[in-house]
């Protein structure tokens, strides 16, 4: 819950606006809900059955078959995990620059890199150490995200107009290509909102009874954290006018949407203050993204399904360095990127090979295995999958000029592992 309720609301709402021109674009985070909970489940089974670091790169590896097919996907899974992590990471990054500009007015382009860059050196040192000396970070850093929620809620409830919340353009619900793409890229700054609910799954064998925790973990927080949004969104957007900060582009206001918000209400000390626990807020989120995802390229060196370098230990302290640093620096590169070409190319990136190939890995599991132990088993199966299915494909379908980015990573993905698989003796280029 602190990866998935970080900046994340507080960054998004100008662009799902934005992506429809008005409060329709709602439907597309109700679309975005859908999918995510059928996918949860999705996670659901495979985490249980199969607990370990690195989520998705053992499911696809098991379920394709670990030494033929399962070897590529589960190539191609990190390969582009190496980009799209560091793109989710980026956006915190980027978030916080943004609402640092309500504080350092004036604030440029060139200042706000360095703001990032800073930002992300010290996220990697902190997290530069056991994780057992995290914990205790990552719970003080979940405080300040709590608080900083149940205030933004207790004061839209306090001060909500129905009628600024659904102020409808002429024409909103017009069905239309621009309409359908529109939805589409709502639905995509909606995913990303979620993103997170399967954080849990990259550190599974550092979870207790993974079997109940970690399918509880996923759907109780993704359900906790739809209402925690759906109070949050409509709490800003019935106190600030969206066509205040619509297009997101053309706003500078957009930049830090809930501070105003509270500058509205309560004036601009208290803004000040509010904004402060904004940061706060993001930069636990950006923690606790970093803390999991470096596990993800480091379990499938350590077992041989991606470059070796990976796979090194810090000497003393046994946390995977390599993997810490590596994608501590790329995140620090992709924020300098805009926010919304982030969200757009990590969501789409991770659409082809994670989230749909996973699906495909629940159901050849169910025939191949249908003995694996199942602690838990996906609710009225395969429905949930479908459902899934249809979802990912209308988000990729209609993602625009950032599939071109995502596809080329993935045929780039596998030139490398054609290169790497003929180098070290491995399927299809087994030596004999």
């Not at 409830?157 to 290509?177: W, Y």
Request: proline share 4%; glycine share 10%.
């Amino acid at each position: 819950m602190t990866n998935m309720m970080g900046i994340g609301p507080f960054i998004t709402i100008p662009l799902l606006m934005s992506a429809l021109g008005g409060p329709q674009a709602m439907l597309g985070w109700a679309i975005a809900l859908v999918i995510v909970v059928c996918d949860g489940m999705v996670w659901s089974e495979l985490g249980a059955a199969m607990p370990g670091s690195g989520g998705s790169f053992g499911y696809l590896r098991r379920g394709y078959g670990a030494n033929t097919f399962g070897r590529l996907m589960a190539f191609l899974f990190v390969w582009q995990f190496v980009f799209s992590g560091p793109l989710e990471i980026a956006s915190g990054y980027i978030g916080f620059a943004k609402y640092l500009g309500y504080i350092w007015k004036g604030i440029t382009t060139w200042e706000g890199m360095l703001v990032i860059a800073g930002v992300g050196v010290l996220n990697i040192v902190l997290l530069y150490r056991r994780i057992t000396s995290i914990a205790a970070i990552t719970v003080t850093l979940w405080v300040g995200t709590i608080v900083t929620v149940i205030v933004v809620i207790l004061t839209g409830v306090s001060h909500f107009d129905s009628k600024v919340a659904f102020d409808f353009p002429p024409g909103a619900f017009h069905f239309s290509q621009r309409f359908l793409f529109g939805l589409g890229a709502a639905s995509a700054i909606g995913v990303y909102d979620y993103l997170g609910y399967y954080d849990v799954c990259y550190i599974g064998d550092e979870v207790q009874n993974p079997g109940r925790v970690i399918p509880r973990s996923i759907l109780l927080s993704t359900v906790s954290v739809a209402l925690i949004y759906i109070a949050i969104n409509f709490s800003i957007i019935g106190v600030v006018p969206w066509r205040e900060f619509v297009p997101a582009d053309a706003h500078a206001q957009a930049n830090f949407v809930v501070s105003i918000f509270m500058e509205r209400i309560f004036g601009s000390t208290i803004a000040l203050i509010f904004t402060v626990m904004i940061l706060w807020t993001a930069f636990g989120s950006v923690f606790a993204l970093l803390l999991g995802y470096s596990r993800v390229p480091y379990a499938a060196a350590r077992d041989g399904y991606f470059f070796r370098i990976f796979a090194r230990v810090h000497p003393s302290q046994g946390f995977p360095y390599v993997s810490l640093v590596a994608l501590g620096v790329l995140s620090i590169f992709a924020g300098f990127f805009s926010l919304d070409v982030v969200i757009f190319a990590l969501v789409t990136m991770r659409v082809l090979v994670q989230f749909i190939g996973q699906i495909g890995a629940v159901t050849l599991l169910r025939r191949r295995e249908p003995n694996l132990a199942r602690p838990y088993r996906m609710w009225l199966y395969p429905l949930p999958s479908v459902i899934a299915l249809l979802g990912w494909i209308f988000i990729f379908a209609t993602a625009g000029e950032v599939i071109v980015y995502a596809v080329g990573a993935l045929l780039l993905g596998l030139v490398c592992f054609a290169l790497w698989s003929w180098k070290e003796g491995t399927w299809p280029f087994r030596k004999t």
